[in-house]
């Protein structure tokens, strides 16, 4: 079986890496501080298959995730990296 | 408690108690199993001993000197014969056992593992740091040294510890005793604690094996007197004597050279005591036990589970000023009242704080004493406490009720019986909502019961077949606002799970309003007068005169209740679905509700409209107008309909199921058709010709087709039957007004019940090979699998009934299955989201203030205010406009 990219799944909503830059701007719109946001493993799919397209992310990085949503039609979610494990 | 907060917490720290602490906090050691002597008086040395505290009046506590109430309780000590492990250390212990060498106590790791474990241990700090994580790291260092057979510090072989549980330990077979254990633990260095995520300044390994036992104070153990001056002890009290009786006979066979065999019996013996001193239900001994049978409730059984400390005293508690009684209906009041018994009434106080501005009514309340009448008997609030300002509380007599009313003065604290308009909170279990507790306005009414309007059923999802509810009196001001404000009934009209109206018209308020407004009935002035007395409405409905006399149309009565102003259209209930099933239809014009400006043009009423989840007109009067004209509309409205079914009569009999004969043979035809289509394909199954639907086998495929032909078959009678059952038929006007059953009941009742199933298919457990006896194995026929051709009211035959049994229980166990574990998985929730919150950004955060969602329901809206989770109703808002501008 070849390599599967996890993104272009049906089901797997889109990820996005956030610029380094853009990071404070999305953290002064929402108002909160950055390690109060949501977190996304390091070992996550959808990270790897970052990693793949931008090279290794180091933890702290944000990624931004747009999903389909029954309420709004398109959502958008931050999330964090990180190192640790999720059970 | 008014003090506030004296002391805050500023961290916990968990460690385990030293034998020499366990000396040190204890005031007596125990030597005696005995409790008390011949006289009743506590012996010394005893489990009872004074120095423990006291918990019988007039005795003094020997260590503090304080009497029963202010004596908190001291620990005392016994000293144990020999050694025997914490079952709640049990695992750690074997940790410690595999992960150190046996000879020299050293954790198993060469060192250079050591010293970069070690590093990073100390980047972290054991009372900071998230436990979660220390665990997971230590068990992977303890795993890794556990490994190692050979010990690297000292080269000594090593041999494998295993557990026989609960409490033994043994290598190669021979067990291990406590004490060597003990042994074991004291040679582990305090520098190697750390990787076992002990931290060294609080706790020793081999403090997890017990040689002193903390006795617990009397006030955790009280010995209860029975009436027969009987003493009866706590169980821990047993299990504590158990224990030193046991102990006390190792220590006499140890020292007078008893054989090693008994001395090891008595041993396992303490060690089994002092197990179930801690947990009685520890997996693989018995529960030690009362002399009655029943299991002793021992430490971990007082915290663990639902009675538990726990879930039972610390989440749950019971509260004053609370009452409960059985319910029952009363349509004449207000949805946001609640009828409370005089009985109950009299026992139910608000503390009125006495200012200058309400003294002299309070001294009134005072000098009516504690059970006043007006002079025709009816209930006035008494007062059964009055509260001085040091906190002394004076019973108000009849006979002093003079004499206190002069002495309240400003600052005092008066207790005021329960009177009209007072508010309420009022509740029902299980409270799986938060419409399930809402605050009423109190009426005082005779009788034994609360009552309430019947509207108000639905949210609490009472009956009146015994169902009881709590009151509870709300005792502050800031509290009794907020009630008023948010818990009000009115105020929770909406439902924030589909945003919608959940109170509504229910049973005969449908029936009779459907009634009153299908095909647009004329009533005469007298009538209407009737209808008319009981509600209290605005407006008179408009009057048609025919022949001199005046009569009014049945929508027109219904008009009056509702508010001028209101614009409506929506299609009823009643040809909301399929075209085809409006043939009863005279008046085209039934089915397109029209209310313009408060009046309603034509249409009929029936669930769609005034329903609870569904009563369109409910929701946009709450939206237009407020909850409080909602409350209005609701109280008029199921008003006038129990006025309406009460002038007209409604019922329904056996006799409304009577269709003619040719129809009873018609169904007849159509059940034998079934039966021979079943054969048929039975037969077609048995000679292999049954061609399989895609995806399926074949003996799946033939219940397919079997269930298709019975299902058609109950279709098809149940269409004979209610050809002949029209709208005058009062359970089709149940059925197609939505008050109560569908249609398909009716058909059950008149044309045929049809296939009996359990899981989806057709019945098919019993016997070997068959449901009953009566059939042959393997007779896959209709009937053998439960195909019920006769009706309700025809009657069905043994076999029929018996297999109709069988597909009844399966709705009964679905439903104790369901509660039990759809209400496990509510607790769980519950437990997850209990402290998240929106906060004015319209994120969800946790006490921390980590988000969850950056926007509530990614679209920041509240599903009270929505329209059934839509952001608007565009439809009604157009109508709306177009009216108001004409």
């Not at chain 2, 041993?267 to 179930?276: C, E």
């Not at chain 2, 009794?480 to 929770?492: D, G, L, N, S």
């Not at chain 2, 026929?781 to 009706?791: E, L, Y």
């Amino acid at each position: 079986m070849g390599k599967f990219n996890v993104l272009q799944h049906d089901l797997v909503p889109e990820h996005h890496l956030v610029d380094a830059k853009e990071e404070q701007k999305i953290l002064k719109e929402l108002n909160v501080a950055k390690d109060l946001l949501p977190k996304i493993s390091r070992n996550d799919p959808a990270v790897k298959a970052l990693e793949e397209i931008h090279g290794p992310l180091e933890n702290g990085r944000m990624i931004k995730i747009i999903r389909k949503s029954p309420t709004v039609g398109l959502s958008t979610y931050y999330r964090i990296v990180t190192g640790e494990v999720f059970k | 408690m008014t003090g506030g907060i004296s002391k805050r917490i500023n961290r916990i720290q968990f460690a385990l108690l030293s034998p020499e602490e366990i000396r040190k906090m204890s005031q007596v050691k125990v030597i005696t199993a005995d409790t008390y002597d011949d006289d009743g008086y506590p012996i010394e040395r005893g489990l009872m001993d004074l120095h423990l505290g006291v918990i019988e009046p007039g005795l003094k506590c020997a260590t503090c000197g304080g009497k029963v109430d202010e004596c908190p309780g001291h620990f005392g000590h016994i000293e144990l014969a020999m050694p025997v492990v914490h079952v709640g250390f049990i695992k750690e212990i074997k940790t410690f056992l595999d992960a150190t060498c046996k000879s020299c106590g050293r954790i198993k790791l060469t060192d250079d593992e050591i010293a970069s474990y070690r590093k990073k241990f100390d980047a972290m700090s054991l009372s900071s740091s998230d436990p979660e994580i220390i665990g997971l790291m230590s068990k992977k260092v303890t795993d890794e040294a556990s490994q190692r057979m050979v010990c690297p510090h000292c080269g000594v072989q090593q041999v494998k510890v295993i557990l026989d549980k609960p409490t033994t330990f043994r290598e190669e077979g021979i067990k291990v005793t406590p004490k060597e254990i003990r042994e074991r633990l004291e040679r582990i260095p305090d520098d190697d604690l750390i990787f076992f995520g002990l931290n060294k300044e609080v706790a020793r390994p081999e403090w997890m094996v017990l040689t002193v036992l903390l006795v617990p104070p009397i006030n955790v153990r009280p010995s209860i007197t029975l009436e027969t001056g009987e003493r009866s002890e706590d169980d821990l009290t047993h299990k504590l004597v158990d224990i030193i009786r046991i102990s006390q006979r190792l220590r006499e066979s140890r020292d007078n050279g008893s054989p090693q065999l008994i001395i090891e019996d008595l041993w396992d013996l303490l060690q089994f005591h002092v197990t179930t001193y801690f947990d009685n239900q520890t997996a693989g001994i018995p529960p030690a036990r009362h002399r009655s049978g029943r299991a002793l409730k021992t430490l971990v059984q007082r915290l663990k589970g639902k009675e538990g400390r726990f879930r039972s005293n610390l989440s749950g508690k019971r509260v004053n000023f609370s009452a409960r009684t059985v319910i029952s209906p009363e349509p004449f009041l207000s949805i946001n009242e609640v009828g409370v018994p005089e009985k109950a009434a009299r026992e139910l106080t608000v503390p009125l704080t006495v200012n200058i501005f309400n003294l002299e009514s309070v001294r009134n309340f005072v000098k009516n004493g504690p059970a006043p009448r007006d002079e025709f008997g009816k209930y006035l609030p008494g007062v059964n406490y009055i509260i001085r300002p040091d906190g002394r509380r004076i019973r108000v007599s009849a006979q002093n009720a003079e004499e206190n009313s002069k002495r309240v003065e400003v600052g005092w604290v008066v207790e005021r019986q329960l009177m009209e308009g007072d508010i309420v909170l009022f509740n029902r279990q299980p409270s799986l909502h938060r419409m399930s507790m809402m605050a009423h306005t109190v009426r005082i009414l005779p009788g034994q019961t609360f009552r309430f309007n019947l509207a108000v059923c639905t949210p609490y999802n009472a009956d009146f077949d015994g169902d009881e509810m709590n009151l509870h009196i709300v005792q502050k001001e800031e509290a009794r606002a907020e009630a008023r404000i948010i818990m009000k009934v009115q105020e929770q009209i909406m439902s924030p799970r589909f945003g919608g109206p959940i109170i509504g018209g229910i049973h005969d308020h449908i029936t009779s309003l459907f009634l009153l407004t299908h095909e647009n009935p004329l009533f005469t002035e007298e009538q209407m007068i009737h209808i008319m007395s009981y509600v209290n409405p605005e407006k008179t409905p408009v009057a048609v005169v025919k022949n001199g006399k005046r009569y009014y149309h049945g929508r027109d009565i219904f008009s009056a209740v509702l508010p001028d102003g209101l614009n409506l259209k929506f299609t009823s209930k009643l040809c909301a679905s399929s075209k085809a099933k409006c043939e009863y239809e005279s008046d085209p014009a039934d089915k397109e509700v029209v209310i313009v400006n408060g009046k309603m043009i034509h249409g009929t009423i029936d669930e769609t409209a005034i329903g609870p989840f569904s009563g369109i007109i409910i929701d946009k009067i709450f939206r237009k107008y407020g909850p409080a004209e909602a409350a209005k509309f609701i109280d008029r409205m199921t008003r006038l309909a129990v006025g309406f079914i009460s002038q007209r009569g409604f019922s329904t009999g056996i006799k409304d199921y009577d269709i003619p004969e040719n129809a009873v043979s018609r169904i007849k035809e159509i059940s034998d058709e079934a039966t021979v289509r079943i054969n048929k394909l039975i037969e077609t199954y048995r000679e292999g010709m049954l061609q399989p639907a895609p995806g399926r086998s074949v003996e799946e495929t033939l219940e397919i087709e079997i269930l298709s032909v019975t299902g058609g078959a109950r279709d098809e009678s149940g269409k004979v039957a209610s050809a002949y059952l029209g709208l005058t038929n009062p359970s089709v006007i149940m059925a197609r007004s939505g008050a109560r059953a569908k249609m398909l009941n009716i058909s059950e009742v008149a044309g045929m019940v049809g296939q009996q199933s359990v899981r989806g298919g057709r019945l098919n457990r019993g016997y070997y090979g068959r449901t009953l006896p009566h059939f042959k194995v393997d007779d896959i026929g209709g009937k053998a699998r439960g195909f019920v051709k006769s009706s309700y009211k025809s009657g069905l035959d043994p076999l029929e009934y018996f297999l109709h049994s069988i597909g009844g229980r399966e709705g009964l166990v679905d439903t104790a299955v369901r509660t039990s574990r759809s209400g496990y998985m509510q607790r769980r929730l519950i437990n997850a989201f209990e402290d998240l919150k929106v906060d004015e950004t319209r994120s969800v955060q946790d006490t921390i203030g980590t988000v969850i969602q950056f926007k509530y329901g990614e679209d920041g809206v509240d599903p009270t205010r929505s329209e059934r989770g839509e952001t608007v109703d565009l439809d009604y808002l157009i109508f709306d406009a177009e009216q108001e501008v004409q």
